[in-house]
Protein backbone atom coordinates (compact mmCIF):
# COMPACT_ATOMS: atom_id res chain seq x y z
CA UNK A 1 0.00 0.00 0.00
CA UNK A 2 1.75 3.29 -1.34
CA UNK A 3 -0.20 5.60 0.66
CA UNK A 4 0.68 9.21 -0.25
CA UNK A 5 3.58 9.42 -2.89
CA UNK A 6 5.60 12.62 -3.98
CA UNK A 7 8.40 13.42 -7.05
CA UNK A 8 11.01 14.77 -6.92
CA UNK A 9 12.33 13.65 -3.16
CA UNK A 10 15.13 15.86 -4.09
CA UNK A 11 15.68 18.99 -6.47
CA UNK A 12 18.11 21.97 -6.88
CA UNK A 13 16.74 24.44 -9.00
CA UNK A 14 18.34 28.00 -10.32
CA UNK A 15 16.50 31.50 -9.50
CA UNK A 16 13.76 31.99 -12.02
CA UNK A 17 13.87 28.25 -13.02
CA UNK A 18 9.82 26.83 -12.82
CA UNK A 19 9.11 22.93 -11.35
CA UNK A 20 6.35 21.07 -10.39
CA UNK A 21 6.12 18.94 -7.81
CA UNK A 22 4.07 16.12 -8.10
CA UNK A 23 1.74 14.05 -5.32
CA UNK A 24 -0.17 11.05 -5.91
CA UNK A 25 -2.64 9.27 -3.22
CA UNK A 26 -4.13 5.94 -3.54
CA UNK A 27 -6.62 5.93 -0.31
CA UNK A 28 -9.48 7.21 -1.81
CA UNK A 29 -9.27 10.37 -0.18
CA UNK A 30 -11.09 13.63 -0.52
CA UNK A 31 -8.85 16.36 0.62
CA UNK A 32 -5.10 17.08 -0.15
CA UNK A 33 -2.53 19.52 0.96
CA UNK A 34 1.06 21.04 0.14
CA UNK A 35 2.83 22.29 3.27
CA UNK A 36 5.92 23.51 3.22
CA UNK A 37 8.38 23.20 6.38
CA UNK A 38 11.08 25.26 7.52
CA UNK A 39 13.68 25.10 11.02
CA UNK A 40 11.38 26.50 13.82
CA UNK A 41 8.38 27.32 11.81
CA UNK A 42 6.49 23.67 11.76
CA UNK A 43 4.31 22.55 8.59
CA UNK A 44 2.55 25.98 7.16
CA UNK A 45 -0.38 25.19 4.50
CA UNK A 46 0.05 26.33 1.21
CA UNK A 47 -2.52 25.38 -0.60
CA UNK A 48 -5.63 22.92 -0.29
CA UNK A 49 -8.07 20.84 -1.93
CA UNK A 50 -11.35 19.97 -0.29
CA UNK A 51 -12.23 17.88 -2.83
CA UNK A 52 -11.90 17.05 -6.27
CA UNK A 53 -12.23 20.21 -8.63
CA UNK A 54 -11.73 22.58 -5.42
CA UNK A 55 -8.52 24.71 -4.66
CA UNK A 56 -8.56 26.87 -1.87
CA UNK A 57 -5.36 29.47 -0.29
CA UNK A 58 -3.79 28.30 2.92
CA UNK A 59 -1.58 30.26 4.96
CA UNK A 60 1.25 30.75 2.61
CA UNK A 61 0.16 30.67 -0.71
CA UNK A 62 2.36 33.77 -2.53
CA UNK A 63 4.68 32.15 -5.45
CA UNK A 64 3.06 29.05 -6.10
CA UNK A 65 0.17 27.20 -7.62
CA UNK A 66 -1.50 24.01 -7.47
CA UNK A 67 -4.13 21.61 -9.23
CA UNK A 68 -5.99 19.00 -8.75
CA UNK A 69 -5.80 16.80 -11.32
CA UNK A 70 -8.16 14.42 -10.30
CA UNK A 71 -9.01 12.53 -7.09
CA UNK A 72 -6.08 10.75 -6.55
CA UNK A 73 -3.40 13.30 -7.72
CA UNK A 74 -2.72 16.94 -6.56
CA UNK A 75 0.30 19.20 -7.78
CA UNK A 76 2.08 22.07 -6.69
CA UNK A 77 4.08 24.77 -9.15
CA UNK A 78 6.33 26.68 -8.86
CA UNK A 79 6.59 29.68 -11.80
CA UNK A 80 9.92 31.16 -10.81
CA UNK A 81 11.74 29.49 -8.02
CA UNK A 82 13.09 32.11 -5.40
CA UNK A 83 16.24 31.61 -2.68
CA UNK A 84 12.93 32.09 -0.40
CA UNK A 85 11.20 29.35 -1.13
CA UNK A 86 14.50 26.73 -0.37
CA UNK A 87 12.14 24.31 1.51
CA UNK A 88 11.22 20.88 2.19
CA UNK A 89 7.52 20.20 0.48
CA UNK A 90 5.48 17.74 2.09
CA UNK A 91 1.92 16.64 0.51
CA UNK A 92 -1.12 15.03 2.56
CA UNK A 93 -4.34 13.54 2.61
CA UNK A 94 -6.92 12.90 4.30
CA UNK A 95 -10.72 11.41 4.25
CA UNK A 96 -12.24 14.83 5.11
CA UNK A 97 -10.67 17.93 6.48
CA UNK A 98 -11.01 16.39 10.70
CA UNK A 99 -9.48 13.09 10.08
CA UNK A 100 -6.00 11.65 9.91
CA UNK A 101 -3.61 13.45 7.85
CA UNK A 102 -1.20 10.86 5.68
CA UNK A 103 2.20 12.48 4.63
CA UNK A 104 4.10 11.75 1.79
CA UNK A 105 7.98 11.32 2.56
CA UNK A 106 8.84 15.07 1.14
CA UNK A 107 10.72 16.90 -0.87
CA UNK A 108 13.69 19.10 -0.15
CA UNK A 109 13.76 21.70 -2.50
CA UNK A 110 17.37 23.95 -2.83
CA UNK A 111 16.94 27.45 -4.64
CA UNK A 112 20.31 28.57 -5.72
CA UNK B 1 0.02 35.11 14.39
CA UNK B 2 -0.10 31.80 14.94
CA UNK B 3 -3.17 30.16 15.30
CA UNK B 4 -1.74 27.36 17.87
CA UNK B 5 1.04 28.56 19.64
CA UNK B 6 3.32 25.45 20.60
CA UNK B 7 5.99 25.49 23.77
CA UNK B 8 8.24 24.63 24.82
CA UNK B 9 9.67 25.18 20.91
CA UNK B 10 13.13 23.01 22.16
CA UNK B 11 13.46 20.51 24.82
CA UNK B 12 16.16 18.27 25.51
CA UNK B 13 15.94 15.50 28.76
CA UNK B 14 17.80 12.93 30.24
CA UNK B 15 16.11 9.19 29.70
CA UNK B 16 13.30 8.77 32.42
CA UNK B 17 12.92 12.19 33.04
CA UNK B 18 8.90 13.25 32.61
CA UNK B 19 8.03 16.25 30.52
CA UNK B 20 4.34 18.87 29.25
CA UNK B 21 4.34 20.12 25.69
CA UNK B 22 1.57 22.72 25.22
CA UNK B 23 -0.55 23.53 22.71
CA UNK B 24 -2.61 27.14 23.44
CA UNK B 25 -5.07 29.28 21.10
CA UNK B 26 -7.23 31.80 21.72
CA UNK B 27 -9.97 30.23 19.20
CA UNK B 28 -12.03 27.18 20.00
CA UNK B 29 -11.98 23.80 17.78
CA UNK B 30 -13.96 20.78 17.50
CA UNK B 31 -10.89 18.38 17.92
CA UNK B 32 -7.46 18.79 17.74
CA UNK B 33 -4.56 16.52 16.46
CA UNK B 34 -1.49 15.53 17.85
CA UNK B 35 1.27 14.15 15.14
CA UNK B 36 5.19 12.91 15.55
CA UNK B 37 7.71 13.39 12.99
CA UNK B 38 11.02 12.16 13.07
CA UNK B 39 14.00 13.10 10.88
CA UNK B 40 13.46 12.99 6.82
CA UNK B 41 9.57 11.45 7.48
CA UNK B 42 6.43 13.33 7.16
CA UNK B 43 4.37 13.29 10.55
CA UNK B 44 2.14 10.49 11.58
CA UNK B 45 -0.50 10.93 13.67
CA UNK B 46 -0.38 10.07 17.53
CA UNK B 47 -4.02 11.13 18.32
CA UNK B 48 -7.39 13.19 17.88
CA UNK B 49 -9.09 14.63 20.67
CA UNK B 50 -12.67 15.24 20.13
CA UNK B 51 -14.10 16.48 23.70
CA UNK B 52 -13.40 19.46 26.44
CA UNK B 53 -11.82 18.12 29.31
CA UNK B 54 -10.77 14.45 27.42
CA UNK B 55 -7.58 12.85 28.52
CA UNK B 56 -6.25 10.07 26.03
CA UNK B 57 -3.45 7.84 27.08
CA UNK B 58 -1.33 6.26 24.35
CA UNK B 59 1.26 3.73 26.17
CA UNK B 60 3.62 6.68 28.33
CA UNK B 61 2.01 9.19 26.68
CA UNK B 62 -1.04 11.39 27.99
CA UNK B 63 -2.84 13.81 25.75
CA UNK B 64 -5.77 16.25 27.63
CA UNK B 65 -7.94 18.47 25.54
CA UNK B 66 -8.77 21.67 27.32
CA UNK B 67 -12.43 22.16 29.08
CA UNK B 68 -13.01 25.11 26.45
CA UNK B 69 -11.40 23.10 23.71
CA UNK B 70 -8.92 26.26 23.23
CA UNK B 71 -5.68 24.11 24.50
CA UNK B 72 -4.55 20.67 24.97
CA UNK B 73 -1.13 19.43 26.72
CA UNK B 74 0.94 16.21 25.58
CA UNK B 75 2.88 14.64 29.00
CA UNK B 76 5.38 12.00 28.24
CA UNK B 77 6.66 9.63 31.16
CA UNK B 78 9.66 8.25 31.58
CA UNK B 79 11.14 9.64 28.24
CA UNK B 80 12.99 7.18 26.40
CA UNK B 81 15.47 8.05 23.28
CA UNK B 82 12.86 6.72 20.82
CA UNK B 83 10.55 9.27 21.84
CA UNK B 84 13.13 11.55 20.03
CA UNK B 85 11.76 13.85 17.32
CA UNK B 86 9.24 16.90 16.33
CA UNK B 87 6.05 17.06 17.96
CA UNK B 88 3.10 19.03 16.42
CA UNK B 89 -0.57 19.92 17.37
CA UNK B 90 -3.10 20.61 14.66
CA UNK B 91 -6.23 21.40 13.87
CA UNK B 92 -9.14 21.97 11.11
CA UNK B 93 -9.94 25.20 11.19
CA UNK B 94 -13.00 27.17 10.25
CA UNK B 95 -14.47 23.95 9.56
CA UNK B 96 -13.25 24.95 5.99
CA UNK B 97 -11.13 21.91 5.11
CA UNK B 98 -7.56 24.08 6.35
CA UNK B 99 -5.56 21.64 8.36
CA UNK B 100 -3.14 24.08 10.11
CA UNK B 101 -0.49 23.03 12.49
CA UNK B 102 1.34 24.86 15.62
CA UNK B 103 5.49 25.34 14.98
CA UNK B 104 5.86 22.36 16.92
CA UNK B 105 8.05 20.80 20.08
CA UNK B 106 11.62 19.59 18.65
CA UNK B 107 12.69 17.10 22.03
CA UNK B 108 15.45 15.28 22.50
CA UNK B 109 16.15 12.35 24.66
CA UNK B 110 19.48 11.72 25.74
CA UNK B 111 20.90 8.36 27.00
Redesign the interface.
Given at each position: NAG?TQTPKFQVLKTGQSMTLQCAQDMNHN?M?W?RQDP??????IY?S?SEGTT?K??VPNGYNVSRLNKREFSLRLESAAPSQTSVY?C?S?RV??T???????TRLTVV | TQLLEQSPQFLSIQEGENLTVYCNSSSVFSSLQWYRQEPGEGPVLLVTVVTGGEVKKLKRLTFQFGDARKDSSLHITAAQTGDTGLYLCAVNYNQGGKLIFGQGTELSVKP
Open positions: VSYYGMGLRLYADGEFANSHEAFFGQG | -
